[in-house]
């Protein structure tokens, strides 16, 4: 069955999270993201934010309740139809999760080139525009270790915007004061407007309360459960 035009892009019902060897911790979560929303999420520390991006992609299950994307409950997907549904999200994680022996352009192209059936040249015509939006002088080529690291957290954001996924979960980054946030930003504004969510996970308070930047919510982690952040929006 597909879903419907209003079936929530991203739904976390109920869920706790335990933090990994640590049963004890863990956060609880209660989220939807519609399309078109951007939500932020202040998640305190890199732990609770890779276990919840984890979560949200289907690649780790939670510990009771249930997620559910594009109306589909992951951990009742088969294997294989998980796959296909992750080829339409698109990931910025925070540290690249480059395949080392792969270019750095195979490694952009490979998702697109594995999930769908589109030709390789309209594939690498879009990653060539998406590369100019974010600020490359073309298409970065040689391995991720000898690329530049300024250039790495560029090229991951050619990677999840590639192919109009329906979701985008985008990591914290580096390099935002250097000239990433604005095409980040205007990235977002374009995908959203093809119905596209946006779940982006901001460790930069001053970025995360920066309320010119049209986010439909903002979470934070309070105590052991994300919150509203009251009086920003």
């Given at each position: ?120 040249a309209e594939i690498r015509a879009e990653a060539t ?105």
């Open positions: 069955m597909s879903a419907g035009p209003a079936t929530p892009v991203l739904q976390l019902n109920n869920v706790w999270l335990p933090l990994p060897d640590q049963h004890e911790v863990g956060v609880a979560v209660d989220l939807t993201l519609r399309a078109g929303d951007l939500v932020l999420v202040h998640p305190g520390d890199e732990q609770h934010e890779q276990l919840l991006a984890d979560v949200a992609c289907g690649l780790v299950p939670p510990a009771r309740g249930t997620v559910r994307f594009l109306g589909r409950t992951w951990s009742e997907v088969p294997h294989d139809q998980a796959n296909a549904l992750r080829g339409r999200i698109g990931q910025v994680p925070r540290r690249g999760a480059w395949i080392p022996h792969l270019s750095l352009l195979d490694n952009l192209l490979l998702p697109q080139l594995y999930h769908t059936r589109r030709p390789y525009r998406w590369a100019a939006w974010f600020g490359l002088a073309g298409l970065p080529t040689g391995r991720p270790g000898d690329v530049p690291s300024a250039i790495l957290p560029r090229a991951a954001c050619v990677r999840a915007f590639l192919g109009a996924p329906s979701l985008i979960v985008v990591e914290s980054l580096p390099g935002l004061d250097d000239g990433l946030l604005a095409p980040l930003v205007n990235a977002m504004r374009v995908v959203r407007d093809c119905d596209a969510a946006v779940l982006w996970f901001v460790q930069d308070a001053a970025i995360y309360a920066d309320r010119s930047l049209p986010a439909t919510g903002r979470l934070r982690l309070l105590g052991e459960a994300l919150v509203p952040l009251e009086g920003v929006g």
